[in-house]
Structure formats: C-alpha cells, structure tokens
C-alpha cells in the first residue's frame, strides 16, 4: 500500500462530564462510569488521518482494555482508521504505566512494519504522559513529544514540538513515535460514508471480524509476569474522592467593582457565611 502504515494508540476512559465513583479498595469504579475515547488521543487521530489524507497509506487504531473498549474502536472506524485491534486480557488488570507501556510495544511489534506511532499527550484518568515515550525506548525508536505540526518529506519528518517559553523544530528519520499535544488541530467531524459503513460492518461479523482484531498477551508474545499487576511496580497508597461534582455560582457582572463587592457582601451575610470562611 502506497503512503505510510501508522498505529494510532487510544484508550477508553470514565466520561469526565459524568460522576466516577471509587471501589472500596480505592480504585476508580469503571464498570459504572460511563465511557468515552480518551480526549488527548482525539489529536493523535487527526493528525493520522491528516497524514494519510496528504500522503495515503492505513491508519490502525490499538487500544488496551475490557471487551466494551471495542466501542472506541468503532469510533475510530467512523473517523477513518482503516482496522483495529483490542488488546484484552484479564491478566493485564492493575497495569502501571511500565506494565501498560510494555504490552502496547508488544501489540505495535505484532501489527508490524510501522512507520509512525502515534499517541496522545496523556490520558485524562492517569495524566502521567509517560506511556508514549517509555513505547519509543521499547520500540527503539526516535520520538518527537508534544508534537502540534508535522511535515513529511522523502522518508523524514519535520516536527514542531512545544517546549517552555515557546516551539522547538525537530528533523528524524522514520519510523518514529510522536505524542501529538492538544494545541495541535482538533479531530474533524466523522464523515457520513464511513459511519454509514461502518454500521453496515456491525451487522456482518464476518466482515467485523476482518477490521477488528481482539487479541490477547499469548496472541502478542507478551510476558504476563511483565503485565498487569505482577509488572506493575507502581504502588498507589490511597484514593478517594474530594467530594460531588456540582454546586451552584453567583456570576456578578455588569456593574462597577465596588457595587459587586457589595453585593457579594450582602449575598454572603444572607448564607451565614463570613469572609473569613471564604477565604479558608
């Protein structure tokens, strides 16, 4: 196939418009949160599909987690990915950043040859932003991080990344991995053809099965001792939640400053709440 072969790595995480709870041991309740694609991973697609559209070649989307994560794999059918693969294994449960890290280069070596890799910054219910690049030193590649621009030419790429105080142009040889930032350009409305498609796929599984591909750590070469919890070195002591997602808020405008402290003051007597506790 003309153009260039990219993985585009997503992950399913808890609708952060929604109410998370915690299990009792302390991890996030998923199994009743609702589910979306992972925002950051939104940018990753786009510029996949943005490559692909000037260059040609396939974009396949792999994501890591439970049977019902195959419902972003959908989506990123519906945006333009060409196949995708579910990496699902009871035994990835509990992964840390290493063990996650781990098992997705293993699903990146299993799809091989790639000529990008792309990634998201972080995800929105670890936000550690470690997982891409600790996948470039597994897969022994070069990796441009916080990347917004990408240009390609004769087999190299020309990146601007974000760095403090301003962007950093960088040249590399392909292939490669890229985190895409979220100050890149945002993922376009789904196209009605492809959606249209791809509900035409749901009802054939014979032809599901041909652009999504669920495997496991044996179908992968992966090490389970490297996986999930018996990988993971991470340790989290204790998690809980701060409170409920809510409340209400006065918006004072229109007015001069002075008249709104005014009111603020009257507002605040007439809860029983003093400065003193506004300001603690």
């Keep these: 196939m003309a153009g260039y072969r990219m993985v585009v790595l997503v992950k399913q995480v808890p609708d ?21 694609l992972n925002p950051f991973d ?12 000037v260059h040609g070649g396939e974009i396949i989307a792999i994501t890591m987690g439970p049977p019902p994560a195959i419902e972003i794999l959908v989506e990123a059918l519906e945006y333009g990915a060409d196949k995708c693969y579910l990496l699902s294994d009871r035994r990835l449960a509990a992964s840390d950043t290493l063990a996650t ?13 790639v000529d ?40 190299r790429a020309k990146a601007r990344r974000v760095v403090e105080g301003g962007h950093q142009w960088i040249d590399s040889s392909l292939p490669m991995l890229i985190t895409v930032a979220n100050s890149a350009a945002k993922l376009g409305h789904k196209r009605f ?5 791809v509900k035409e796929l749901l009802r054939d599984k014979e032809e599901m099965a041909k652009r999504i591909f669920t495997v496991d ?10 996986s999930g919890l018996l990988g993971s070195p991470t340790v989290v002591g204790k998690t809980w939640k701060l409170g409920e997602i809510g409340g209400s808020c006065l918006m004072l405008s229109g007015d001069s ?21 506004l300001m603690a």
């Design 101 to 113: 890290a781990y098992a997705l280069h293993k699903a990146v070596q299993h799809v091989a040859p």
């Design 193 to 197: 053809a492809n959606v249209h498609k």
């Design 42 to 53: 939104k940018f990753a697609l786009q510029k996949a599909l943005e490559v692909k559209a």
């Design 116 to 155: 990008i890799v792309f990634t998201g910054l972080q995800t929105t219910d670890g936000d550690t932003a470690q997982t891409g690049p600790q996948i470039a030193e597994r897969l022994d590649l070069p990796q441009v991080t916080y990347c917004e621009r990408l240009e390609i030419k004769d087999g």
């Design 217 to 226: 750590l044996d179908a992968i070469g992966s090490d389970p001792a490297r």
């Design 16 to 36: 952060t418009s929604t109410k998370a709870g915690v299990n009792p041991d302390g991890t996030v309740d998923r199994a009743r949160a609702k589910r979306m």
């Design 257 to 277: 400053p002075a008249h709104n402290v005014a009111h603020l003051m009257t507002k605040l007597k007439e809860d029983n709440r003093g400065v003193e506790e």
